[in-house]
Every structure is written in C-alpha cells, then in structure tokens.
Nanobody
Framework: EVQLVESGGGSVQSGGSLRLSCVGSGFTSSTACMGWFRQAPGTEREGVGYIYRKGTTGYADSVKGRFTISQGNAKDTVYLQMNSLQPGDTAMYYC????????????????????WGQGTQVTVSS
C-alpha cells in the first residue's frame, strides 16, 4: 500500500517562503509521478505541480516562477519549495502519487491510480 506523509506547512507573511516535504513508501510501478495539490475552503482541489521519477516537471500557471518541485536522491521524497507566497496561496496542500501527471490549460492533474497524503496546512497572511 502506498503511503504519503506531508510536512512543513505553517503560517507565514506575504512574501515569505515555505518548503513542504512528502515522504512516500510502498511505491509500485503504477506510481510514476508525484504531484502537489491544494484546496482552500469552499473551493475544489487544484493542481500545483508534478514531477516524474525521471525528473520532468510541470506547474500550474498560478505558481510558475514562485514554486519549485524537486525529489530526493532516493526518489521517495518530494519537495515543494514555495517562494513569494501570497494570501491566495493559503490552502491545505496535498501530496499525491499517481500513474501519470499532466498539464492542461493553466493547471496540472493526476491520472490513473492516485494515492493521497493527509495534507499540510499553509496559511499566508497579508
């Protein structure tokens, strides 16, 4: 069973930075991609970005140039470096492992078999 645990959330002021981590275990051949998603109260969950194990990344337009996704050498840990945070970035952030990831329009998506972490809260104050 794939398990994902996020950490690193917290409260920061506008313009600040945070680094989220997602440690995974139980990966299979069906989990070629890991992504980050977020959900603010009263809104739908939206894609932030993704990284394939081979290193290909994709980002939502709203975070391009501010957020960076990377993975550890063992590829069981994925990071989300968030810079220039804005109040609009306030949300619960979720890590996901999936069969595939892709970009469409101005967002990113997971496809196939999808596993979710429990989420970590990010709050940005003005």
């Amino acid at each position: 069973e794939v398990q994902l645990v996020e950490s690193g959330g917290g409260s920061v002021q506008s313009g600040g930075s945070l680094r989220l981590s997602c440690v995974g275990s139980g990966f299979t051949s069906s989990t070629a991609c890991m992504g980050w998603f977020r959900q603010a109260p009263g809104t739908e969950r939206e894609g932030v970005g993704y990284i394939y194990r081979k290193g290909t990344t994709g980002y939502a337009d709203s975070v391009k140039g501010r957020f960076t996704i990377s993975q550890g050498n063992a590829k069981d840990t994925v990071y989300l470096q968030m810079n220039s945070l804005q109040p609009g970035d306030t949300a619960m952030y979720y890590c996901a492992a999936s069969t595939a990831c892709y970009s469409s329009g101005n967002s990113t998506y997971a496809a196939g078999r999808i596993y979710w972490g429990q989420g970590t809260q990010v709050t940005v104050s003005s």
